[in-house]
């Protein structure tokens, strides 16, 4: 359509040109043909030629505007954006009796200033940078503090499933050895098999675009099996005990802060804070299978729960940093946290026929962990990411020393994550860790789907 506009006034400006002064000179009475009248109206016809042209291309950048959905500029912002515009056309005018431009030249200068001014029209402001993005990128979430905010105002409800399974086993060894060889004695071999289901509901908002806050309450289901021979009974047959537990979990509170601009090739840093609950089935409830005492002098049992707990039954603070450094096209993630348990003082627990052994002070290990990982995207909705985490967890004291048999332990897992978006609301994450260490769970797997409102 401009092209068609822009050949047409090209032809009438130059059938103009030419027409005009045959018509003027067929109509001269002299027949000296005055050369000095002739170009005074040749420069006169190409100044009004000029100002049409103007007129007749701001229309036609206004239409095609119209057409496109965009907001129509006045003339003025047209003329600016363009270089034109009444102004230089009254220069023009103005100049037209010191020098003279030939038409068609005119118009072949005009056609590209026209398409230029459409063009930054359809742009917008010339000059002005489009709004800058602070918030961190989006990737396919792997631990349980992402890195990506909630934007203001903005609802998200988040239910997840996280599946784990463990196994362990061990041998104690009773009595005493004559030679390295032959032992004389007991001994005592243990597999326990753990399956642990929980069902979680997650909400986050955002308070400001750097600021957000949340909640989860999980929902807990537990299952253990252990082959075992008792000890002090010198027996040869391997026992199953098996027990499960089911309610709701330790609540946690958490708020989270961007403390940084970030951008392109410069990292993004988010500091988070984290309270957990004693909301879960606290392990010094459930009843102990011992007769009267589970360590120490005339201990009997297994000492293993009859019902399984689902918290932990300590009150924790979690204060966490994780960075974000967008490296098109990856982007490279991590955290480091601090677990602080608060110990209880005065703790009981319950053992066989209504008995309470008295424990007294109890103060869970501290927890120091950090991860990393890398993230990549595939396309514009799925995201492939993988990480490590790592954990150290600290011996439980018992009235300010350590607890018999305590000892420090490790926790590394290597997690693979992958998300999928559904919609412009909806997303799928899921991510899969295997342990790395004795101690860590063999397997976890965790399904979330992100729903935003």
């Known amino acids: 359509m401009r092209q068609s506009v822009r050949l047409s006034l090209r032809n009438a400006g130059l059938s103009a040109l030419l027409l005009g002064p045959i018509a003027h000179a067929q109509q001269a009475p002299d027949p000296a043909h005055d050369l000095a009248a002739q170009l005074k109206i040749v420069k006169q016809q190409l100044a009004e030629q000029r100002e049409l042209l103007d007129a007749l291309m701001r229309q036609a950048a206004a239409r095609e505007m119209q057409l496109n959905g965009q907001p129509t500029a006045d003339g003025a912002s047209l003329e600016r954006q363009r270089g034109t515009g009444n102004g230089q056309a009254q220069g023009a005018s103005q100049a037209a009796p010191q020098a003279a431009q030939p038409t068609a030249q005119a118009a072949q200068q005009a056609a590209p200033a026209a398409t230029k001014g459409a063009a930054a029209a359809q742009a917008g402001a010339v000059g002005k940078p489009p709004p800058k993005d602070s918030r961190p990128p989006e990737v396919a979430p792997l631990f349980e503090q992402p890195g990506v905010l909630t934007p203001r105002g903005r609802f998200v409800l988040e239910p997840s499933l996280q599946f784990g399974y463990s196994s362990s086993n061990r041998v104690a060894l009773v009595g005493y050895t004559i030679i390295p060889a032959l ?271």
């Open 183 to 453: 032992l004389i004695g007991l001994v005592d071999v243990r597999e326990v098999k753990r399956n642990t289901f929980t069902a979680t509901l997650g909400a986050r908002y955002g308070i400001t675009n750097r600021l957000e806050v949340d909640v989860r309450v999980p929902y807990v289901y537990r299952s253990d099996s252990t082959v075992s021979r008792e000890i002090f009974t010198g027996t040869a047959v391997e026992n199953v005990f098996e027990t499960s537990g089911k309610a709701v979990g330790d609540v946690e509170l958490g708020v989270r802060y961007q403390l940084n601009e970030g951008g392109l090739d410069k990292p993004y840093y988010v500091g988070a804070l984290r309270f957990k609950s004693r909301t879960g089935r606290d392990p010094f409830e459930v009843v102990t299978d011992c007769n009267k005492r589970c360590v120490g002098d005339n201990a009997s049992g297994t000492g293993l729960p009859l019902d399984l707990p689902t918290g932990s039954g300590f009150y924790s603070l979690q204060p966490s940093l994780t960075w974000l450094f967008p490296s098109d096209p990856a982007i490279f993630f991590g955290s480091f946290n601090y677990l602080h348990n608060f110990k209880r003082s005065d703790v009981s627990r319950k053992v066989l026929f209504g008995e309470q052994e008295f424990l007294g002070e109890i103060k869970p290990g501290d927890v120091i962990g950090f991860n990393f990982g890398m993230g990549l995207a595939l396309n514009d909705k799925a995201a492939f990411s993988i990480g490590y985490d790592h954990s150290s967890i600290a011996r439980t004291r018992q009235r300010s020393l350590p607890v018999p048999g305590s000892v420090r332990i490790q926790l590394g897992t290597l997690v693979l994550g992958y998300s999928y978006r559904l919609s412009e609301r909806r997303s799928l994450n899921v991510s899969v860790g295997a342990g790395l260490t004795r101690d860590t769970p063999d397997v976890s797997l965790t399904v979330r789907v992100p729903i935003t409102f």
